[in-house]
């Protein structure tokens, strides 16, 4: 069955660090989308992407991140100086329809000390 | 905005079914959706069902809609240890964003 690859499995960062998490969406897909999830909170929407631009995101969201798919098959997500709080579990999704449920990765543990 | 409220916790013993609650703030939700997260593991889809049905059967899942309540819910029959995990309710308005609710913690016990 097709999956949504992430890498890396965990990454440890220092505080102000700028860090790169990769996915690799399913191949027929047309939606890509990354979710965060802190410990013990909710999964929350950061961004969607669709036809090379963001097509919605959310308060959180800012300046600090940026998304790109610089190639047919990768999907990134860039934190520039990170924080504590961003301390996470980032997942990765896609879905071929707007409407179509998510295929999600296994998360990105990422951890800013 | 969108609000997705679940119980937190449900404990159940094998063979019996299980019944996982969930409500919604968003009227125009159009797409309902149970994801199931495993230890370490990222979030599987299970079943989903679309605003205009009132219920959707899967082998072992069933989900119910009530519309009007705003209230759906997933019953698991013939619960067995490996059905222990997070579940999570989800709902996707107009757009893209989907919003899930804080997640329920099945037990099954032995």
């Known amino acids: 069955e097709p999956e949504v690859t992430q890498t890396p499995s965990h990454q440890v960062t220092q505080m102000g660090q700028e860090v790169i998490l990769r996915c690799v969406p399913i191949s027929n897909h047309l939606y890509f989308y990354w979710y965060r999830q802190i410990l013990g909170q909710k999964v929350e929407f950061l961004v969607s992407f669709y036809n090379n631009e963001i097509s919605e995101k959310s308060e959180i969201f800012d300046d600090q991140f940026s998304v790109e798919r610089p190639d047919g098959s990768n999907f990134t997500l860039k934190i520039r100086s990170t924080k504590l709080e961003d301390s996470a579990m980032y997942f990765c999704?896609?879905?071929?329809?707007?409407?179509?449920?998510?295929?999600f990765g296994s998360g990105t543990r990422l951890t800013v000390v | 905005g969108e609000d997705v409220e679940q119980s937190l916790f449900l404990s159940v013993r094998e063979g019996d079914s299980s019944v996982i609650n969930c409500t919604y703030t968003?009227?125009?939700?159009?797409?309902l959706y149970w994801y199931k997260q495993e230890p370490g593991a990222g979030l599987q889809l299970l079943t989903y069902?679309?605003?205009?049905?009132d219920m959707k059967q899967d082998q072992r899942l069933t989900v119910l809609l009530n519309k009007k309540d705003k209230h759906l819910s997933l019953r698991i029959a013939d619960t067995q240890t490996g059905d222990s995990a997070i579940y999570f309710c989800a709902e996707r308005g107009g757009y893209q964003k989907v919003t899930f609710g804080t997640g329920t913690k099945l037990q099954v016990i032995p």
């Open positions: 069902i679309f605003s205009n049905m």
């Open positions: 999704a896609s879905s071929e329809g707007r409407k179509d449920g998510y295929t």
């Open positions: 968003d009227s125009s939700s159009t797409y």
